[in-house]
């Protein structure tokens, strides 16, 4: 008889993960096609750790003791409620372990975490072409009609 997969164990971000949040990382970024400079990986994860940016958050899902997904979420201001707002902006699994609920873990314990931070709202964006990921999304939250723009 096979044994059922284990569930994922969502946890903060730490030192001793630099490695395997670094191959997530890369791995999220080659996604959306995209490279960065190491000293901009090396600046992320020293913010994501640095308790005096509070605003910065990151947390891992363990599945066999080994990290295969990663969130970061970041608190900040808003123009249109009084409490912080929570971006998430980062989420990825890795592809061997797609389907055991790593992403839905990750997403529900940053809503925890914001609740816990009394923030009332948490948002994210995602590409239209990302299919898999927002079939999970429109289970999870509220798909809105904005558009983003940018300047370089």
Not at 80 to 104: H, I, K, N
Request: some cysteine; overall charge negative; aromatic content about 12%.
């Amino acid at each position: 008889m096979t044994q059922p997969a284990a569930a994922p164990i969502v946890r903060p971000l730490t030192p001793q993960d630099a490695a395997a949040w670094r191959a997530l990382w890369t791995d999220y970024l080659a996604f959306y096609e995209t490279v960065l400079d190491e000293t901009v990986k090396d600046a992320t994860f020293a913010r994501l750790l640095d308790p005096a940016e509070p605003a910065m958050n990151a947390l891992v899902a363990e599945v066999d003791g080994r990290p295969v997904g990663l969130v970061h979420y970041i608190f900040h201001r808003h123009c249109w409620r009084v409490e912080d707002v929570c971006y998430l902006q980062d989420l990825f699994t890795a592809p061997e372990a797609r389907g055991r609920g790593v992403a839905r873990a990750l997403i529900e314990a940053v809503y925890d975490r914001a609740g816990q931070a009394g923030s009332p709202q948490v948002y994210w964006m995602t590409q239209d072409f990302n299919h898999t990921a927002r079939a999970l999304y429109d289970k999870v939250a509220r798909l809105t009609p904005f558009i983003k723009y940018q300047h370089p």
